[in-house]
């Protein structure tokens, strides 16, 4: 059975360094693409980016790019997202999602995580 | 960047009826890459469609997508208790990958 499992809830002040992951079970993790999407309180879904396990591949959206970090340790089969300095806008839930591929047909996301809540105040 | 923008912003539907959700990309969307998504509250997405017009495993045939272009449709044939949630769609053929901003089907 295809699983991803997101790290729990996370309460931070600004300007501390968070890391969470997205364990996959069920699949190969290093032949299919690990993509992360932020869904701020009571708005719609944002695209962040997206990283190819197999050989790190990253891609990043502008609008995130330079403000998270993205990696994998496929040893372990976990996907991560970082900040270096959060800050209260991060506030949000960041769910992780399998996709198929980068582009191309079934490039969806097709298994998704639970949903990891970040929180950010002072 | 695609933009992607759907309509309405809320349906509201009784059950048994059909529910049609559009969603508009700013410039042609390759090879028509579109998916559809639908998200409860409290829960993560669930792909429902994906190339346009493909349903994903599991999912009902009531729902049907279809679409080219620019122009996309996400189509519930006969509204279940089960359907009421917010729709998204999402464009992965061009870089970067943008979501709409959702149409909530609500009962009314």
């Known amino acids: 059975e295809v699983e991803l499992v997101q790290s729990g809830a996370e309460v931070k002040k600004p300007g501390e360094s968070l890391k969470i992951s997205c364990k996959g079970s069920?699949?190969?993790?290093?032949?299919?693409?690990i993509g992360w999407v932020r869904q701020m309180p009571g708005k719609g879904l944002e695209w962040m980016g997206i990283?190819?396990?197999?050989?790190?591949?990253?891609r990043y959206s502008p609008s995130f790019q330079g403000h998270v970090t993205i990696s994998a340790d496929k040893s372990i089969n976990t996907a991560y997202l970082q900040w270096s300095s959060l800050k209260a806008s991060d506030t949000a839930i960041y769910y992780c999602?399998?996709?198929?591929?980068?582009?191309?047909?079934?490039?969806?996301?097709?298994?998704w995580g639970h949903g990891t809540l970040v929180s950010v105040s002072s | 960047e695609i933009v992607l923008t759907q309509s309405p912003g809320t349906l509201s539907l009784s059950p048994g009826e059909r529910a049609t959700l559009s969603c508009w990309a700013s410039q042609g969307v390759p090879s028509n890459y579109v998916a559809w998504y639908q998200q409860k509250p409290g829960q993560a997405p669930r792909p429902l469609i994906y190339d346009a017009s493909s349903r994903a495993p599991g999912i009902p045939a009531r729902f049907r997508g279809s679409g080219s272009g620019t122009d996309f449709t996400l189509t519930i044939s006969r509204l279940e208790a089960e359907d009421f949630a917010v729709y998204y769609c999402q464009q992965y053929g061009s870089s970067p990958r943008t979501f709409g901003q959702g149409t909530k089907v609500e009962i009314k």
């Open positions: 069920g699949f190969d993790f290093t032949n299919y693409w």
């Open positions: 999602a399998r996709h198929f591929g980068y582009f191309g047909s079934q490039a969806y996301g097709d298994y």
């Open positions: 990283i190819y396990p197999g050989d790190s591949d990253t």
